[in-house]
């Protein structure tokens, strides 16, 4: 027998008990923790297995026993030793409750303990050379007594295709799983292949391509930066990408970019919530983005603030700069036409505009839809 | 004004980034020491003991987070500023339940940044319009809630995070409201506690699910 297959075929999932949620020592709870079900469950089970000579509340001692400690390493070595015949004996207990004879009981246990002893070398601090022999001679051993009890009572030959059964379970069972764990791994790795070849395609295409460009135009380097950040965070985080059907939210990132690149001035939006786009959000996004543009134009500030609320009953969308401001009541005609532009477009789908300015106080719009 | 000197440990794994940072941030702010992983930067932090800890949320080894855990049990007096260019909602929520006590994107100039390191030294909470957006989403309203004490915003505390979330400082979300810049700060601190004390599992359902700035 090589040391490999000695090996567990599997890495058994870390257990240890847990503080939290505990009843008596955390060890159902541990052990719920670590494969992810329910603890109520892993307490029943023991509860149950209770009735079979009071399997389960051995068991729970010998889990006690094993488990470390909620952040401890590992427990000493006679608390390991004494858990694992504790955990033995608890399995005894239940085959015999459900029913098995003890001239199948005994050898299994022989048998058991020698996997246990073989796949288990470090835990009890046994060399590995001892525990291949002392695995050998359990395995052996069990099987020796399996053949000889059966053969010398002469009773049961329905038990031995039984046991043959039970023995190619035990050699098939962690063969396959092995199997399916490479295939698994193999696949992960196949993805993760892939996923590299896609990062490696979006840095040559767009970051490179940026970086170069910059390169020869320096002049334009901030506006090409944000754009290939822009692109890059579209990317990154695909929800919040427009999306074809669209979205309020959507379109009012869509129209930030815009005046982005127009105006060479960064539009940060942030946003809380969000609604299926219609004809009179469309008009909102519209006014919205002449806000910004205004902003972006007359400000002179190179910082637009955009808060999109779509939280409650209505929308709401706030534009707001630290610009130079202006008086609302004695703007240039041109000026006033923009507002009206904002204005009127609200009132039009029955919505409000409020635009609040001074001069050197920056300006403030706020667009509501209810 | 003149304020005192702050002593800051900047964590961040772009040196670019950290030499951009520190010629940015005013004369009132020293950095006394830099780190580029959570291995160099928690015993760093120990021994330099410093007002404010300028956090990046992504470390090569772990993350603004496990920094805040190794060195907040230690030294109870180090502050934690969350210095992010992360889009991703769970990360942000997740360095501020750690500990942190705001969250400023990357894009910040030198002077807010300062302004941010001071307020953090003197035990306020910081908010980017960004974060308050976060909040806002995380605690919407309708949800069902556990605790309301620390499940719910307060109406004024929702609208403080609004104008946060408009571009609004401290000082003019305090003329605007009609409130004292100590009461609007106030209102951000309990913000910050219930956001790092609420049970409520719409906050980490919600930042799973989205992943939105």
Redesign the interface.
């Known amino acids: 027998m090589s040391v490999r297959s000695l090996r567990l075929p599997v890495a058994l999932p870390h257990v240890e008990r847990v503080e939290r949620d505990r009843v008596v020592a955390g060890v159902a709870a541990g052990i719920a923790e670590s494969l992810a079900v329910d603890a109520t469950l892993v307490r029943l089970t023991f509860a149950f297995l209770a009735f079979a000579s009071g399997a389960g509340i051995v068991a729970y001692l010998g889990a006690w026993a094993l488990l470390p400690a909620p952040g401890c390493p590992t427990p000493r070595r006679g608390r390991r030793i004494s858990g694992t015949v504790l955990l033995v004996w608890a399995a005894i207990l239940t085959l015999r409750g459900v029913g098995l004879s003890d001239s199948v009981v005994w050898p299994l246990a022989l048998v058991a303990a020698g996997f246990v002893i073989g796949s288990g070398a470090a835990t009890f601090g046994l060399g590995v050379r001892r525990a291949r022999v002392a695995a050998t001679v359990l395995l052996v051993a069990g099987v020796a007594l399996f053949v000889g009890g059966n053969v010398s009572g002469g009773s049961s030959t329905l038990l031995a295709p039984g046991a043959v059964a039970i023995a190619l379970l035990l050699v098939v069972l962690p063969w396959a799983w092995r199997l399916a764990r490479e295939r698994d791994e193999e696949r992960a790795a196949r993805v993760r292949e892939q996923e590299r070849a896609e990062l490696a395609a979006r840095v040559h295409d767009s970051v490179l391509q940026t970086l170069t460009l910059i390169q020869k135009e320096p002049g334009d380097a901030r506006k090409l930066a944000r754009r290939q950040e822009r692109e890059l965070r579209a990317w990154l985080y695909p929800d919040r990408e427009p999306t074809a059907g669209g979205t309020l939210a959507g379109a009012v990132e869509a129209a930030a970019a815009e005046i982005e690149e127009l105006h060479s001035v960064r539009v940060d939006v942030v946003r809380t919530g969000d609604a299926p786009l219609d004809e009179r959000l469309q008009t909102l996004v519209l006014a919205a983005r002449e806000a910004m543009a205004n902003a972006a134009r007359h400000a002179g500030v190179d910082e637009v603030s955009v808060f999109l609320d779509a939280d409650g009953d209505g929308v709401s969308l706030y534009v707001r700069d630290r610009g130079v401001g202006f008086d609302p009541d004695a703007v240039a005609a041109d000026r006033r036409g923009v507002a009206e532009s904002i204005r009127g477009r609200m009132e039009r789908v029955g919505g409000t505009a409020k635009i609040v300015s001074a001069p050197g106080e920056g300006t403030d719009v706020e667009l509501e839809l209810s | 004004m003149s304020r005192p000197m702050r002593r800051v440990v900047l964590v961040d794994d772009h040196d670019l980034f950290r030499a951009g940072v520190r010629a940015g941030l005013g004369a009132t702010v020293e950095v006394v020491g830099e780190a580029g992983s959570v291995l160099e930067a928690v015993p760093l932090i120990k021994e330099l003991d410093p007002d404010v800890v300028l956090l990046d949320v992504h470390l090569p080894d772990g993350g603004g987070q496990a920094v805040i855990m190794q060195v907040a049990p230690e030294r109870p007096g180090v502050k934690f500023l969350a210095l992010s260019v992360s889009?991703?909602a769970e990360d942000v929520i997740g360095v501020i339940r750690a500990g942190a006590r705001g969250y400023v994107t990357k894009?910040i100039s030198g002077d807010e940044l300062t302004e941010a390191v001071h307020r953090t030294a003197d035990g306020d909470a910081v908010f980017s319009?960004?974060l308050?957006?976060f909040v806002?989403?995380a605690f919407?309203?309708g949800d069902p809630v556990a605790d309301p004490e620390l499940d719910q915003l307060t109406a004024r505390e929702r609208e403080v995070l609004?104008l946060i979330?408009?571009?609004?400082r401290y000082k003019e979300i305090a003329a605007r409201l009609h409130l004292s810049a100590r009461t609007v700060e106030s209102h951000v601190s309990a913000v910050l506690r219930k956001l790092q004390l609420s049970s409520r599992h719409e906050l980490t359902r919600w930042a799973a699910e989205?992943?939105?700035?």
């Open positions: 889009d991703a894009a319009p960004r308050a957006g806002l989403d919407r309203s609004q979330a408009r571009g609004y989205r992943r939105l700035i």
